[in-house]
């Protein structure tokens, strides 16, 4: 089951989860996210729910004909199993008339074309990290 996190009461399950798609995770770095997603009207973020447990999230920011995937993290455990993909098209199915995109690395570049993202490579944003920018064609058609 996938709904909007209450990050004020649940912000102890969170860090875990998020950390999963953080660079270099530290307290300070994860609290200030979730701070962000607190103090922003425009940002939300959703829990993908199993049995109970959090077993993945996706952040995005919302500005008027956008949507911007900020985070996207599955737990260990659920990772190749679809809970990434529910997600994602959980968002898609939310947000049907907006553009949704996000910017991504070669470790989930193939992620998002496999769903049906367009791909456009960036360069290198940063010394050895190739950056890609994934744009969702709406064709009306998300699982």
Request: glycine share 8%; with cysteine.
């Amino acid at each position: 089951m996938i709904k909007e996190i209450d990050i004020k009461a649940q912000c102890e399950l969170v860090i875990p989860t998020l950390s999963c798609c953080i660079y270099k995770p530290t307290s300070d770095k994860l609290e200030s996210i979730l701070t962000t997603y607190i103090e922003s009207d425009n940002k939300k973020l959703y829990g993908n729910y199993f049995s109970g447990s959090l077993i993945g999230l996706i952040g995005i920011t919302s500005n008027g004909s956008e949507v911007e995937i900020n985070h996207l993290a599955v737990n260990l455990e659920f990772r190749m199993k679809g809970t990434g993909k529910q997600l994602v098209y959980f968002i898609l199915n939310e947000y049907p008339d907006k553009r949704v995109f996000l910017e991504t690395d070669d470790e989930a570049v193939e992620f998002y074309k496999s769903i049906g993202f367009q791909i456009n490579h960036l360069g290198e944003k940063y010394p050895g990290n190739p950056r890609y920018l994934c744009i969702w064609k709406n064709e009306g058609k998300s699982e």
